[in-house]
């Protein structure tokens, strides 16, 4: 029985997210809280604004976290930038890049699709013959696709196409930011947005987002205000910068820990942080292929961060993920969709890519696989 004084457990998350949580950000998440409108927090969010802009890589004035999980993020973006009937591209490859498309068409986009099979990457070329069909007011892409653990590397380019055919780049980088490399300015994206809970490793509940000059004049041109009073980005804008209007109640504790983890990925330093994860991935892939577990997206687009072992048909993959939870207290998770069944998904997220919890997932494994 849960009561109230009821210690949760223990848990290695290697799952798609969560992550794991340095003590550090668990410290700062326990400091009293102030008031929404407190000074120090009006400074705190100046410093979590910086560090944002640090690990986007630009210079985006319009650099803040939402209030909300990743999909806060995601929604946010594009209730401010889509109006009724505006013609919206989704490039959908796996589960995220679908949300993306239904949620632009609850936004009033005409929405169309250029898909790949899940677990594939698109080419330039196919992007580019998608956006001449029609004009596009948007071309949504995922950078690193949970679903799937498939890595689209060619951002820039598929950027320089959406440019060259009048459409903003939305750039969902929830599962690479802080883990792999994002460069907004250098690869020229309008506007991304991500998540508090994955690689960054802070507790869920906070969505950053970076808004870019060609996307802030479109939502500050906009006819009619967005249809979200919660997530209108003109009034984040205000309430983080400015005058600090009010806008919402937003929870100080979330932000001093977004913002202890953010002074940590500065601490540990972009590249080093991102060659750990790399080292750590590969760790873990050369593990399960030895396991006869290969991953399923081939090592040209893989993400280190994510990775879906391809599993044998015989195989009875949500016991063995119940094992794991009970006799190991290790997490993973299932795959779902057009995966369903077939992979699990391991994260090796910021503060859980440690070689220890490879080792322990990778002896517990050979364990379970044999009896």
């Known amino acids: 029985m849960v009561t109230p004084n009821s210690a949760p457990p223990s848990r290695i998350l290697l799952g798609p997210g969560p992550s794991m949580t340095d003590p550090r950000v668990l410290e700062a998440l326990a400091t009293p ?15 979590e604004q910086e560090l944002l802009r640090g690990v986007f890589q630009t210079h985006n004035e319009w650099t803040f976290a939402v209030s909300g999980t990743g999909t806060s993020g995601m929604e946010a973006v594009l209730v401010n930038l889509i109006e009724p009937g505006d013609s919206v591209l989704c490039a959908t490859n ?18 169309d699709r250029v898909t790949r099979p899940w677990g594939e990457v698109f080419t330039v070329e196919e992007i580019e013959t998608a956006l001449k069909k029609k004009r596009y007011k948007l071309l949504t ?12 590397l060619n951002i820039r380019e598929i950027a320089e196409a959406a440019h060259k055919h009048g459409a903003l780049l939305v750039l969902d980088t929830v599962t690479s930011l802080g883990g792999v490399e994002v460069k907004l300015d250098e690869w020229d994206v309008d506007t991304a947005y991500s998540a508090s809970q994955k690689c960054l490793s802070a507790p869920s509940g906070l969505a950053p987002v970076s808004i870019g000059p060609r996307a802030r004049q479109v939502i500050q041109n906009r006819k009619k205000p967005a249809a979200s009073f919660y997530l209108d980005i003109n009034l984040y804008a205000n309430y983080w910068g400015g005058t600090h209007a009010y806008h919402h109640t937003a929870s100080a504790s979330l932000h001093y820990a977004l913002t202890r983890a953010l002074q940590l990925v500065v601490e540990e330093g972009l590249e080093v942080r991102f060659a750990r994860h790399r080292r750590n991935g590969e760790m873990l892939w050369n593990g399960l292929v030895d396991l006869g ?34 006799e190991q207290n290790i997490e993973i998770a299932g795959g779902f969709g057009e995966l369903k069944g077939k992979v699990w998904r391991i994260g090796l997220m910021g503060y859980s890519s440690q070689p220890q919890n490879i080792t322990r997932l990778l002896d517990a494994l050979l364990l379970m696989l044999s009896t």
């Not at 809280?33 to 410093?47: F, I, K």
């Not at 796996?94 to 929405?111: K, P």
């Not at 995922?142 to 799937?148: C, G, I, K, P, Q």
């Open 33 to 47: 809280p102030v008031g929404h409108l407190d000074p120090y927090l009006l400074q705190l969010y100046r410093e």
């Open 94 to 111: 796996g589960y995220f890049g679908e949300r993306l498309a239904d949620i632009g068409s609850r936004c009033g986009g005409n929405v």
């Open 141 to 152: 892409i995922v950078h690193a696709e949970t679903s799937t653990g498939a890595l689209q």
């Open 293 to 326: 577990l290969p991953p399923l997206i081939p090592l040209d687009h893989r993400l280190p961060v994510l990775t879906t072992p391809q599993l044998p048909e015989i195989l009875d993959e949500a016991r063995i993920r119940s094992r794991l939870l009970e």
